[in-house]
């Protein structure tokens, strides 16, 4: 498969998934950050990760990278920020584990319907998770994650993906799931948040964003959205 068409496949799911995108993660952790959000959106390279050592922040870059690869469709996910929505995410209650009930029983075999049945807050999933990936990669194909070829990375994460990489710590499609699914959040979120740089991803998909009025637009479905978007900090896009 051409390099085109595989980036094609693996962003397809990208159409839909700003329909179903949880508003917990996206919302979490706003005070305050308006204030910051020009910063943050116009100078990518000086954000430095409080959360993520440079071990996990080399495997979340690639891993990402992966997950949403560069495409003439829009932003790759490290280009969008995601990283960067992902280590401030970690800061906030949401990281911390205050939105989730984490009280026992943990049944971790249990069916996906039954929801998150570890007793890691996100923060902890991460750090656990991502050792015990580089772990195994290290063990079996001779490098930690990030140094691997983009093929073997995807052939990890689509192991990830079938839970068909043994992790003792966990399953390992518990974090494909929580991974695919922040990755997403930090595409399609505000960039007070620190994803979605540019608000790349709402052009892509013609969101207006912030914009307080475009009810007119109700009435003509198909008719692309003629004005850019606009970020909650009053930045336009």
């Not at 700003?18 to 000086?46: C, F, H, Y």
């Not at 960067?84 to 249990?110: I, K, N």
């Not at 890691?120 to 490098?143: E, F, M, S």
């Not at 699914?181 to 052009?203: C, L, V």
Request: glycine share 10%; net charge neutral; hydrophobic share 40%.
């Amino acid at each position: 498969m051409s390099s085109n068409k595989t980036s094609l496949a693996r962003r397809r799911f990208l159409g839909k998934a700003a329909i179903g995108v949880p508003a917990t993660a996206l919302l979490e952790g706003s005070k305050g950050l308006v204030q910051n959000a020009i910063a943050a959106e116009s100078d990518p390279s000086s954000y430095t990760p409080t959360f993520f050592n440079d071990h996990e922040w080399e495997f979340l870059t690639a891993a990402t990278d992966r997950l949403i690869p560069p495409s003439s469709d829009g932003p790759s996910a490290v280009e969008a920020g995601v990283p960067e929505f992902l280590d401030r995410q970690m800061q906030t209650a949401y990281g911390h584990g205050g939105l989730w009930y984490m009280h026992g029983p943990f049944v971790p075999e249990s069916v996906p319907t039954l929801g998150y049945q570890l007793k890691l807050a996100p923060r902890d999933l991460y750090r656990v998770a991502i050792a015990a990936v580089d772990n195994w990669c290290t063990q079996n194909r001779g490098n930690a994650f990030a140094q691997l070829s983009d093929a073997q990375r995807d052939e990890v994460l689509t192991l990830m993906q079938k839970d068909q990489l043994p992790l003792r710590e966990l399953p390992a499609r518990v974090f494909f799931a929580q991974l695919l699914q922040n990755t997403k959040e930090g595409y399609f979120s505000d960039p007070i948040h620190g994803g979605n740089r540019g608000m790349g991803a709402w052009k892509m998909i013609g969101f207006p964003g912030a914009r307080a009025d475009f009810v007119d637009m109700s009435a003509q479905p198909g008719k692309v959205y003629p004005l850019g978007p606009v970020s909650i900090s009053g930045k336009r896009g």
